[in-house]
T-cell receptor
């Protein structure tokens, strides 16, 4: 069974802090994704990666960056956290034509 | 712009009632379509998917969905819901590279 593991379930950070969200998948999937989930807005794609060291902007990349140094690991970075980045962050992995597998999510609160 | 629209944001119904959730998408090419479910406190799980072939697809837990190409729709149905179907339901379209575009979600509450 595919497992997508996000390092933290809950995080509380202060405005201006640098924040790292980590995600690891164990199925050798080429593609990995970061979404944020907000009530009434569904899931919106922040960034995705289709190979090691490759990254592409999603629909809402502003204020975020990503890193993929190894195939199984995809990190989301908030360079300077702001209160409007308080949200649920979901990592997912998959292949081009398969359903995505999601992690449990990280609920980030920025105060 | 490509979009996915879910018609209802909140649905409340009683156990044993039938459920239908609407989903329309705007995308002109070949589409892969999905319904995901998120139970309270749990991660998103795949309910069912449509890639090609029979437009009526069956998923887990008694759910099914019908792809109607002419209407750009992929509606989710269940003939008789249970209290355990209380969850948020998301329709999604594959935009290529496995990227999914999601609708805003429908919160379904089933009362005993």
């Amino acid at each position: 069974d595919v497992k997508v593991t996000q390092s933290s379930r809950y995080l509380v950070k202060r405005t201006g802090e640098k924040v790292f969200l980590e995600c690891v998948q164990d199925m050798d999937h080429e593609n990995m994704f970061w979404y944020r989930q907000d009530p009434g807005l569904g899931l919106r794609l922040i960034y995705f990666s289709y190979d090691v060291k490759m990254k592409e902007k999603g629909d809402i990349p502003e204020g975020y960056s990503v890193s993929r140094e190894k195939k199984e690991r995809f990190s989301l970075i908030l360079e300077s956290a702001s209160t409007n980045q308080t949200s649920m962050y979901l990592c997912a992995s998959g292949t081009d034509n398969s359903p995505l597998h999601f992690g449990n999510g990280t609920r980030l609160t920025v105060t | 712009a490509q979009s996915v629209s879910q018609h209802n944001h909140h649905v409340i119904l009683s156990e044993a009632a039938s459920l239908e959730l609407g989903c329309n998408y705007s995308y002109g090419g070949t589409v892969n379509l999905f319904w995901y479910v998120q139970y309270p406190g749990q991660h998103l799980q795949l309910l069912l998917k449509y890639f090609s072939g029979d437009p009526l697809v069956k998923g887990i837990k008694g759910f099914e969905a019908e792809f109607i190409k002419s209407k750009f729709s992929f509606n989710l149905r269940k003939p008789s819901v249970q209290w355990s179907d209380t969850a948020e339901y998301f329709c999604a379209v594959n935009k290529g590279w496995g990227k999914l575009q999601f609708g805003a979600g429908t919160q379904v509450v089933v009362t005993p």
